[in-house]
């Protein structure tokens, strides 16, 4: 049964930059795509991008001037980072296993989900 | 952009009511129409994928129809275990492809 848990600070200056890591336990990240969502309080789903376990990635046009996801295979984790955040970028960030074929498009597993606090 | 309207944002209903829930897109989606629910405090978790199918382990009691701009998520007869909120989520297909999240619908017991 494949796991996964994101890592990383909970507190962000404002135009610093958020870094996350995903570790995917359970299976190989290898021959998957894998999505970054985050979800601001109260507030619906965004998606952010995803990651080939080879290294090729697409992003939302919304945030793609400051977000790079890499993926380390090694280790089995893939990353996540927003640079010049704001108060706007306030969130609980999620990973997910993201299904991609010619009919598949969804997130199929998540992680429980990490808060992260843009403040001074 | 392909913009995804939800219905209703919020909703109350009896145990055992039948519930639907509306997604339409502003042009065709074909297929590519997906339905999570979220538990408060929890990560979102797939029902129904490519419109009508049930993800594995999923009750029967939830299911997906439609195709193109209009879409329908159904709880046949609602269990106090489905109180959360669900969204509707696309894929815009115009490369590199673009996902989006419906609003969501906040169910409730009445």
């Known amino acids: 049964q494949v796991q996964l848990q994101e890592s990383g600070p909970g507190l962000v200056k404002p135009s610093e930059t958020l870094s996350l890591t995903c570790t995917v336990s359970?299976?190989?990240?290898?021959?998957?795509?894998w999505s970054w969502i985050r979800q601001p309080p109260g507030k619906g789903l965004e998606w952010i991008g995803y990651i080939y376990y080879s290294g090729s990635t697409n992003y939302n046009p919304s945030l793609k001037s400051r977000v790079t996801i890499s993926v380390d295979t090694s280790k089995n984790q893939f990353s996540l980072k927003l640079s010049s955040v704001t108060a706007a970028d306030t969130a609980v960030y999620y990973c997910?296993?993201?299904?991609?074929?010619?009919?598949?498009?969804?997130?199929?597993?998540w992680g429980k989900g990490t808060t992260v606090t843009v403040s001074s | 952009d392909i913009q995804m309207t939800q219905s209703p944002s919020s909703l109350s209903a009896s145990v055992g009511d039948r519930v639907t829930i509306t997604c339409q897109a502003s042009?065709?989606?074909?297929?590519?129409l997906n339905w999570y629910q979220q538990k408060p405090g929890k990560a979102p978790k797939l029902l129904i994928y490519?419109?009508?199918n049930l993800e594995t382990g999923v009750p029967s009691r939830f299911s997906g129809s439609g195709s193109g701009t209009d879409f329908t998520f159904t709880i046949s007869s609602l269990q106090p275990e489905d109180i959360a909120t669900y969204y509707c989520q696309q894929y815009d297909n115009l490369p590199p492809g673009l996902y989006t999240f419906g609003q969501g619908t906040k169910l409730e017991i009445k």
């Open positions: 490519d419109a009508s």
């Open positions: 359970g299976g190989s990240i290898s021959s998957y795509y």
């Open positions: 997910a296993r993201h299904r991609l074929a010619a009919r598949l498009h969804y997130m199929d597993v």
């Open positions: 042009q065709d989606i074909s297929n590519y």
